[in-house]
């Protein structure tokens, strides 16, 4: 969240955990960037329906199998949007697609899952783009 403010965007931190709150917070004030922490529950997050082009979830915990995610990432975020998902990372292996078995919902999102190389390994991503309704 704190590359996220740097870089311009309006960024909100969401988390159902008080012991991440403060961690999170103290992040952002390191950073000297102010940004909003809400204690809010990723599968009813308090946001109007279409209000976020991207949405990003790092190294998630087992909420990301709950269809209901899913849906509520749908609700959240604006036809053409994206669900960004960093399932992990490692410091070795080969940059490709590879599948995931998540309840993604083929008639709301186009999903595309890969690893990618970064300057410290490689990440496994999901891009799920939010189909036009």
Do not use: C, K, N
């Not at 199998?65 to 070795?92: I, N, Q």
Request: proline content about 7%; hydrophobic content about 45%.
């Amino acid at each position: 969240m704190r590359d996220l403010v740097a870089a311009g965007y309006t960024a909100f931190g969401v988390d159902l955990s008080p012991r991440m709150w403060p961690r999170a917070h103290r992040e952002l004030r390191r950073a000297g960037h102010p940004g909003a922490v809400l204690a809010a529950d990723a599968l009813a997050l308090p946001f109007v329906d279409a209000a976020f082009d991207t949405v990003v979830m790092t190294f998630p915990t087992p909420v990301i199998r709950d269809p209901r995610l899913w849906l509520e990432a749908a609700r959240t975020l604006r036809s053409g949007g994206r669900f960004v998902v960093v399932l992990g990372a490692r410091s070795g292996g080969d940059a490709a697609e590879v599948e995931v078995d998540l309840p993604i919902p083929a008639e709301r999102f186009r999903v595309r899952s890969f690893v990618q190389r970064t300057r410290s390994g490689y990440v496994h991503l999901v891009l799920a783009e939010r189909l036009e309704e």
